[in-house]
């Protein structure tokens, strides 16, 4: 597709249940971001791949949060035993590399809205 | 400590009016990145306008422009004419170039346009 697609856009969960959550970004992007997003707040930074490699997963708030981008595409935010807390929209974005003809800015997908009960 | 700050939570401003939303920001890093996004209630992030720390002159794009002022670290975005559609929240954020090239966000504006 044309731009940033995620899936579920919308996931309920019962607390303790593992959910997955889906990225597949613009194709050739070999940046790619997850930011969680609560309600009425600004994006927060979770974790960052440059292609394959996880270079920066500072903002993951707990061990309970693992992302993998295997083949430097498709990614994946795995989010283990959830919690209530964990409610948010989990936003992935991708871009270009950063380079003298582009900004870098990030294309955002429409999100996965997570709901724990 | 904040890198991305924007002390306006909220903002009312009539139609037609110009508009200025704050950010200042907080890096030792020379090479940097400036964005604005926007975010309608629809949730989407839409991309406004992109200002990079050796940039001589403001950025514009359309009705938005960006007041970067370097030493004050400061990179404000200016909305020339605002119209009912640009009510939506507004996000500040900073890529640190020299560093491992992530972008942080600040907490954000609400704008409200009256008619």
């Known amino acids: 597709g044309a731009g940033v697609s995620q899936s579920p856009r919308y996931k309920v969960a019962k607390r303790g249940q593992d959910v997955a959550l889906r990225c597949d970004p613009i194709?050739?992007?070999?940046?790619l971001f997850w930011y969680q997003q609560a309600l009425g707040q600004g994006p927060e930074f979770l974790t960052y791949f440059q292609n394959e490699a996880q270079l920066d997963k500072s903002g993951l708030p707990s061990d309970r949060f693992f992302a993998e981008r295997p083949e430097g595409s498709v990614s994946t935010l795995k989010i283990q035993r959830t919690q209530q807390e964990d409610s948010a929209v989990y936003l992935c974005?991708?871009?270009?590399?950063?380079?003298?003809?582009?900004?870098?800015?990030?294309?955002f997908g429409e999100g996965s809205r997570l709901t724990v009960l | 400590a904040q890198k991305i700050t924007q002390t306006q939570p909220g903002m009312f401003v009539q139609e037609k009016e110009a508009v200025t939303l704050d950010c200042t920001y907080d890096?030792?890093?020379?090479?940097?990145?400036l964005f604005w996004y926007k975010q309608p209630s629809s949730g989407e992030m839409i991309f406004l306008i992109y200002?990079?720390?050796?940039?001589?002159q403001n950025a514009t794009e359309g009705r938005y422009s960006l007041n970067f002022q370097k030493a004050r670290k400061s990179a404000n975005l200016v909305i020339s004419a605002s119209q009912l559609g640009d009510s939506a929240m507004y996000f500040c954020?900073?890529?640190?170039?020299?560093?491992?090239?992530?972008?942080?966000f600040g907490k954000g504006t609400r704008l409200h346009i009256l008619p």
């Open positions: 194709s050739g992007h070999v940046s």
């Open positions: 954020a900073m890529r640190e170039e020299g560093r491992d090239d992530k972008i942080i």
């Open positions: 200002q990079g720390s050796y940039d001589q």
């Open positions: 974005a991708s871009s270009l590399a950063l380079g003298r003809e582009n900004t870098g800015e990030l294309f």
């Open positions: 890096t030792s890093d020379p090479s940097y990145g």
